[in-house]
């Protein structure tokens, strides 16, 4: 069997994206300790489960041998899973008073009041849903194009409790990883001071790319 056959189906190679700022830019908010191993050492973590699932999905299909099928799709769930959030998340933060923090403005602005009746209210519903979730999880902004709205979700892990055709325009990662350095068990104080490392104006381009 030629090198060509060991694989079946052209393979991505997901790669860390670099951070849009420094490891301690979203100081005092989140310390810079915390998102260095978050980034360097969680997040990388993903992006290699996720090439080797796919790899060895590839070689599963040119054995023929598919006795790990059910093992192979839940990792190829829970990497990509951690690998989507976790770009979207650091790319929907910025350091408070240079583009983060504050409040969305806009169309983002008008969708949300439209949706929750005020800015207050999503937060106050979106602070509650990232504070109840389960374990590790995320708290999620979503857009719903069937009938074009946001709604807010909770996800189990990175890939449980799924919205069907929903996208995600902005999350906070409430593993015990995300904040446990600086914040200990007091998960509410975190997700208040992450408000403040917000990058609306990217959130509000996730948005308008979303609808369309
Ligand atoms: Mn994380």
Redesign the pocket.
């Known amino acids: 069997m030629s090198t060509e056959n060991d694989s079946l189906g052209a393979l991505t190679k997901h790669t860390l994206p670099e951070l849009p700022y420094g490891y301690d830019a979203l100081e005092p908010f989140l310390d810079k300790e915390t998102m260095e191993l978050?980034h360097s050492k969680?997040?990388q973590g993903y992006v290699n489960g996720l090439n080797g699932a796919e790899a060895a999905l590839a070689k599963a299909r040119a054995n023929g041998d598919f006795g790990l099928i059910q093992h192979l799709s839940r990792q190829l769930a829970f990497h990509f899973g951690?690998h989507y959030?976790?770009s979207m998340?650091w790319a929907t933060m910025a350091p408070n008073g240079s583009g983060g923090g504050g409040e969305p403005t806009g169309a983002l602005a008008d969708k949300i009041n439209e949706d929750f009746g005020g800015f207050e209210a999503f937060q106050n519903q979106f602070s509650a849903a990232a504070g109840a979730v389960e374990g590790s999880g995320w708290g999620l902004l979503h857009y719903r194009p069937v009938d074009n709205r946001l709604i807010i979700c909770q996800a189990e892990n990175?890939h449980k409790v799924a919205q069907w055709g929903a996208t995600p325009i902005l999350g906070v990662?409430v593993?015990e990883?995300?904040y446990y350095l600086k914040y200990q068990n007091r998960r509410p104080e975190y997700i208040k001071a992450w408000w403040n490392v917000v990058n609306w104006s990217a959130v509000a381009d996730r948005l308008k790319s979303a609808q369309g």
Do not use: E, I, M, R
């Open positions: 978050h969680h997040h951690g959030l976790h998340f990175q990662d593993w990883h995300a």
